[in-house]
């Protein structure tokens, strides 16, 4: 199978998934992960039939999980005419053959089911390349894998002397690539760099956030634009920048990449570029979806990618969507289990992180009913109009 194939393409494809509980992540992260990485398979056109996992200490060197689980996993799958099994973590090259070799069917891991998502979902030229850099960087290890049908080329006039095998004339071929695409990602920039330049001194304001937590939505709202959203993972790709203006302040919002959990590494990499619009923003309004429970989870691994951008100290403003889908299920006063998300009211919620942050700095809305949102524009605008007048005190009277 090719890297570069799209999986959206093939509809319908039915999966198994494949997980593990190590000492790691507990029963429920992993249940939540697999959760995540159905949704992913959704996204990319599969429907999931079924769950695998085991606890382990360690993922098995050879197969990721042991041999009793994998033959458990490779009867299913043969009496169930089961397409792919998708595995939620990254399989090395020799674990990628060594289970294709005994399931003898289409396998996957998490990183190249979301490279290919991404290439799905790319439009532009910028994304497109940056999603092809990422793949065929992805690609370059695993080429033994994909070419062991191949024999080494027979010898013959002008090709006399050490030859080169087949895999070592696609190595060659992929690293030359790699560097065109980082060549082209140079030219792209530049001419990114200069718009960017070329927008004035208006005041930036970028919305990040995880992905599938409303960021495109709530852009369409505040700039009355007609952003691509969807519920699914990584509707939205390329940067989009839309003048805005709140009362008589004017400003530049930027609605960015959703983050997510086990992001391949060569995705941050190649979409660091694209992620300038975060670097240079004056001012981010950091998007979660308070109806997933797990949205505190998904608040910090948002922050340690703004941290690995080295934008933790930026002034942000937190902004909890789709408050109308929370769901409160108070617990009963005998119930000696636990507190789990669901049973703490939005009202204590509210009063839990107001706590926590600056009142000004924290805002609950649904944008999809347009709850509370004038309270957001008014904290915006606040928020906005001290940056401006730090930047320009003596025409800090036009606002």
Same mark, same amino acid.
């Not at 053959?97 to 990183?111: A, S, W």
């Not at 690539?177 to 200069?194: G, N, P, T, Y």
């Not at 700039?223 to 008589?248: G, P, Q």
């Given at each position: 199978?090719?890297?570069?194939?799209?999986?959206?393409?093939?509809?319908?494809?039915?999966?198994?998934?494949?997980?593990?509980?190590?000492? /790691?992540?507990? %029963?429920?992260?992993? @249940?939540?992960?697999? !959760?995540?990485?159905?949704? &992913?398979? #959704?996204?990319?056109?599969? =429907?999931?039939?079924?769950?695998?996992?085991?606890?382990?200490?360690?993922?098995?060197?050879?197969?990721?999980?042991?041999?009793?689980?994998?033959?458990?996993?490779?009867?299913?799958?043969?009496?169930?005419?089961?397409?792919?099994?998708?595995?939620?973590?990254?399989?090395?090259?020799?674990?990628?053959?060594?289970?294709?070799?005994?399931?003898?069917?289409?396998?996957?891991?998490?990183?190249?089911?979301?490279?290919?998502?991404?290439?799905?979902?790319?439009?532009?030229?910028?994304?497109?390349?940056?999603?092809?850099?990422?793949?065929?960087?992805?690609?370059?290890?695993?080429?033994?894998?994909?070419?062991?049908?191949?024999?080494?080329?027979?010898?013959?006039?002008?090709?006399?002397?050490?030859?080169? /095998?087949?895999? %070592?004339?696609?190595? @060659?071929?992929?690293? !030359?690539?790699?560097?065109? &695409?980082? #060549?082209?990602?140079?030219? =792209?920039?530049?001419?990114?760099?200069?718009?960017?330049?070329?927008?004035?001194?208006?005041?930036?304001?970028?919305?990040?956030?995880?992905?599938?937590?409303?960021?495109?939505?709530?852009?369409?709202?505040?700039?009355?634009?007609?952003?691509?959203?969807?519920?699914?993972?990584?509707?939205?790709?390329?940067?989009?920048?839309?003048?805005?203006?709140?009362?008589?302040?004017?400003?530049?919002?930027?609605?960015?990449?959703?983050?997510?959990?086990?992001?391949?590494?060569?995705?941050?990499?190649?979409?660091?570029?694209?992620?300038?619009?975060?670097?240079?923003?004056?001012?981010?309004?950091?998007?979660?979806?308070?109806?997933?429970?797990?949205?505190?989870?998904?608040?910090?691994?948002?922050?340690?990618?703004?941290?690995?951008?080295?934008?933790?100290?930026?002034?942000?403003?937190?902004?909890?969507?789709?408050?109308?889908?929370?769901?409160?299920?108070?617990?009963?006063?005998?119930?000696?289990?636990?507190?789990?998300?669901?049973?703490?009211?939005?009202?204590?919620?509210?009063?839990?992180?107001?706590?926590?942050?600056?009142?000004?700095?924290?805002?609950?809305?649904?944008?999809?009913?347009?709850?509370?949102?004038?309270?957001?524009?008014?904290?915006?605008?606040?928020?906005?109009?001290?940056?401006?007048?730090?930047?320009?005190?003596?025409?800090?009277?036009?606002?």
């Amino acid at each position: 199978m090719s890297e570069g194939h799209v999986l959206v393409d093939a509809t319908e494809e039915r999966c198994v998934l494949v997980g593990i509980i190590t000492s /790691s992540n507990t %029963e429920e992260q992993s @249940r939540e992960y697999l !959760d995540e990485l159905e949704f &992913l398979a #959704e996204t990319a056109g599969a =429907i999931s039939v079924k769950r695998f996992v085991q606890k382990l200490p360690l993922p098995n060197a050879r197969t990721f999980v042991g041999t009793g689980k994998l033959e458990e996993i490779r009867v299913y799958i043969k009496e169930n005419e089961i397409d792919m099994v998708i595995f939620d973590d990254e399989l090395s090259p020799s674990q990628l053959r060594n289970i294709e070799k005994e399931l003898e069917c289409k396998v996957l891991d998490r990183n190249i089911l979301i490279l290919d998502i991404f290439a799905s979902r790319a439009r532009t030229s910028h994304a497109k390349t940056q999603v092809e850099l990422a793949q065929m960087q992805y690609m370059l290890p695993r080429l033994k894998r994909l070419w062991t049908h191949l024999e080494r080329q027979k010898g013959g006039i002008g090709l006399r002397g050490p030859g080169e /095998s087949q895999i %070592e004339t696609d190595r @060659r071929i992929v690293q !030359d690539r790699i560097a065109l &695409l980082k #060549e082209k990602l140079k030219e =792209i920039d530049k001419q990114m760099s200069v718009q960017r330049g070329n927008r004035g001194q208006l005041v930036r304001v970028a919305l990040v956030g995880y992905t599938n937590v409303g960021k495109s939505t709530l852009m369409n709202l505040l700039s009355k634009s007609d952003v691509f959203a969807e519920n699914k993972l990584f509707a939205t790709l390329d940067t989009t920048v839309r003048k805005v203006v709140i009362e008589n302040l004017p400003f530049l919002l930027t609605d960015t990449v959703g983050f997510i959990r086990k992001l391949p590494h060569q995705l941050v990499e190649s979409f660091k570029s694209t992620l300038d619009e975060v670097r240079e923003a004056d001012l981010l309004i950091h998007v979660v979806d308070i109806s997933h429970p797990n949205f505190e989870d998904h608040l910090k691994v948002v922050q340690e990618t703004l941290l690995e951008l080295d934008n933790s100290d930026k002034p942000t403003l937190l902004v909890f969507n789709k408050i109308d889908a929370y769901q409160y299920v108070p617990k009963d006063k005998d119930d000696p289990s636990p507190l789990t998300a669901e049973n703490i009211s939005l009202e204590e919620l509210k009063r839990t992180w107001m706590s926590k942050l600056d009142a000004t700095k924290c805002v609950f809305i649904s944008a999809s009913d347009k709850t509370n949102v004038e309270e957001l524009r008014e904290t915006m605008y606040k928020e906005i109009k001290r940056i401006f007048a730090i930047r320009y005190p003596f025409n800090n009277f036009l606002y």
